[in-house]
């Protein structure tokens, strides 16, 4: 069975930083490409950034390009979303899925919360 747990959200100030985790455990990590998605209330999910098997490619949407970046340790079959320069509307529950991009039938965790706020 699939799982993904995320953490590292929270109450950041505009301006600030976070940095997401999500450990993944019940496939070959090292063999799939991993997503990050976020989503407020009322809204679908919107593509964040993705990053290749083995994290030599990623790619980052546009709202985020130059703000965020995403890395990966397979021996920690982990991904993270490195988030700088917060702005309010980066305001979202974060989470983690497998494969590159958004594909409504991959497994993805339960999330992480992160608001900005002064």
């Known amino acids: 069975e699939v799982q993904l747990v ?19 455990n019940g496939f070959i990590f090292s063999d799939r490409s991993m997503t990050w998605l976020r989503q407020v209330p009322g809204a679908g999910p919107e593509w964040v950034a993705s990053i290749s098997r083995d994290g030599g490619y990623t790619n980052i949407g546009a ?11 397979n021996a920690e079959k982990t991904v993270y979303l490195q988030m700088n320069s917060l702005k309010s509307e980066d305001s979202a529950l974060y989470y983690c899925t497998t494969g590159w991009g958004y594909n409504e039938g991959e497994p993805r965790g339960r999330g992480t919360q992160v608001t900005v706020s002064s």
């Open 6 to 24: 995320e953490s590292g959200g929270g109450l950041v100030q505009p301006g600030g930083s976070l940095r997401l985790s999500c450990v993944a």
């Open 63 to 73: 709202s985020a390009k130059g703000r965020f970046t995403v890395s990966r340790d």
